[in-house]
């Protein structure tokens, strides 16, 4: 278990912030945190916003969300979200 805080990417959905879940290679929603916000930057773009938030947290947030697991530090295997547009 990692002790220092994560930086947790999230997402602004009205006047609140909501966890950003991912998928792996196989389809299956996984939860993602990074040990530094450059690191994160580095993934997913500096205007990813994030939050900081405990291993153990992190876990308890995403348990009923059917995430499988928790990847901390991924490289290159995630992209930037697109942008919307209307």
Do not use: C, H
Not at 24 to 40: C, H, I, K, Q
Not at 59 to 70: F, H, S
């Amino acid at each position: 278990m990692i002790e220092d805080p994560l930086y947790v990417p999230v997402r602004r959905s009205g006047f609140s912030l909501a966890l950003r879940l991912f998928r792996t290679a196989a389809g299956e929603r996984t939860a993602v945190a990074f040990t530094s916000p450059l690191r994160l930057a580095k993934v997913l773009g500096g205007d990813q916003d994030w939050i900081r938030l405990s291993e153990p947290a992190l876990r308890g947030m995403t348990n009923g969300l059917g995430a499988i697991g928790l990847v901390i530090d991924p490289t290159g295997a995630m992209s930037r979200p697109t942008s919307r547009t209307a």
